[in-house]
């Protein structure tokens, strides 16, 4: 009579395995960061948004002799959304017939206000724009000036 010798995993040692794999997967994850991964994309789709912004306001202006839109106050203000604010800098003459914006970008998180876009811009007293997001996250400061 002839006896095989049957070589198979025993179900400890296969549990074994799936526990040091769950481990190391968490491990993985917690390296990973994944808030943080998704905070550094929102936050590079708001510096190109404020690059976006501050170029049509430079491009209107160049087509303009100078003068930069009339709605843009010292004060740092939230941009608006639509032609139709309350609260918000009406900015739709860089929206109009599709010129310098096809539209006007909105935060990932949307806008402070309720007709808002999330971004502000104001006007130094040396006629400098400043463009700037309001929600940016990881205690970054988003902001460009020209």
């Known amino acids: 009579m002839k006896t095989t ?4 995993f025993t179900l400890l040692e296969i549990l074994l395995v799936v526990a040091a794999i769950a481990i190391l997967a968490g491990i993985v994850i917690l390296a990973i960061n994944p808030s943080k991964q998704l ?3 929102k936050n590079a789709a708001r510096k190109a948004d404020v690059n976006t912004i501050l170029s049509a306001i430079y491009q209107y202006s160049i087509d303009n002799n100078g ?3 009339a709605t843009i106050t ?19 003459v860089l929206t109009a017939n599709e010129k310098y914006l096809t539209s006007m970008p909105v935060d990932p998180k949307g806008g402070i206000s309720a007709d808002g876009t999330g971004y502000a811009v104001s006007k130094s007293t ?3 724009i400043t463009v700037k997001a309001l929600q940016a996250e990881q205690g970054v400061v988003i902001s460009a000036t020209r």
């Open 5 to 8: 010798n049957k070589k198979a």
């Open 39 to 41: 905070g550094d994309t």
């Open 67 to 69: 003068t930069i839109p």
């Open 74 to 92: 010292s004060s740092s203000t939230e941009i608006c959304a639509s032609s139709s604010c309350t609260t918000s800098i009406d900015l739709s």
């Open 126 to 128: 040396n006629g400098r």
